[in-house]
């Protein structure tokens, strides 16, 4: 199994640019999220999903659109990137385990620079 | 709301010596669940250890423990005789049952360990 796949791995934008995060997962994994990791801040989640068709923000969802149309991709939408969006992002999946321990899966991060 | 607060930017700890990497959290859930993640240099995200708030008994997976004083809001992690190997940063993370797909972290611990 490929777990959480994240495409690209590393992107050069211009502000005002936009684009695409991929992350598709295939372990039929009902709950996925997305994850910013900038120095000091540790991960903060943007937008996180329980479901295809069902979408919540979390700590930091702004300049950020996403939604889930499948169960497996989770796409992450930059509309107009500003350098503040300069970060490591990680997409991650988990389900629930019924114990609790819903452990996330990580996808291996793509790193944007926006200029 | 909740929160998660690492107050070690950074630790550096003598091989073999055990460690303790401090973590405590904020929420008025009454169930929830606290997760300890390491991340190597190379960047992915590695599970660790995890805690439910009714769990009677610490957790213990290996060399890691989790220090679970539900009272002080605290989830400490306890590496026994540290090894190279363990220098990484260290993340602690929080879900409340009720909210099964929103998993939040602290800013992160970077553990050196010295030969």
């Known amino acids: 199994n490929a777990g959480v796949t994240q495409t690209p791995k590393f992107q050069v934008l211009k502000t005002g640019q936009s684009m695409t995060l991929q992350c598709a997962q295939d372990?039929?994994?009902?709950?996925m999220s997305w994850y910013r990791q900038d120095p000091g801040m540790g991960l903060r989640l943007i937008h996180y999903?329980?479901?295809?068709?069902?979408?919540d923000q979390g700590e930091v969802p702004n300049g950020y659109n996403v939604s889930r149309s499948t169960t497996e991709d989770f796409p992450l939408r930059l509309l107009s990137a500003a350098p503040s969006q300069t970060s490591v992002y990680f997409c991650?999946?988990?389900?629930?385990?019924?114990?609790?321990?819903?452990?996330?899966?990580f996808g291996a991060g793509s790193r944007l620079t926006v200029l | 709301a909740q929160k998660i607060t690492q107050t070690q930017p950074g630790m550096f700890v003598q091989e073999k010596e055990a460690v303790t990497l401090d973590c405590t959290y904020d929420?008025?859930?009454?169930?929830?669940?606290l997760f300890w993640y390491k991340q190597p240099s190379s960047g992915e995200m590695i599970f660790l250890i995890y805690?439910?708030?009714?769990?009677?008994q610490n957790a213990t997976e290996g060399r890691y423990s989790l220090n679970f004083q539900k009272a002080r809001k605290s989830a400490n992690l306890v590496i026994s005789a540290s090894q190279l190997g363990d220098s990484a940063m260290y993340f602690c993370?929080?879900?409340?049952?009720?909210?099964?797909?929103?998993?939040?972290f602290g800013s992160g611990t970077r553990l050196s360990i010295r030969p």
């Open positions: 991650a999946s988990n389900r629930d385990s019924g114990s609790g321990a819903n452990v996330l899966t």
């Open positions: 372990m039929n994994h009902e709950y």
């Open positions: 999903s329980v479901g295809a068709g069902i979408t």
């Open positions: 929420t008025s859930d009454q169930s929830y669940g």
């Open positions: 805690q439910g708030s009714y769990d009677e």
């Open positions: 993370a929080m879900r409340r049952y009720s909210s099964a797909s929103k998993i939040i």
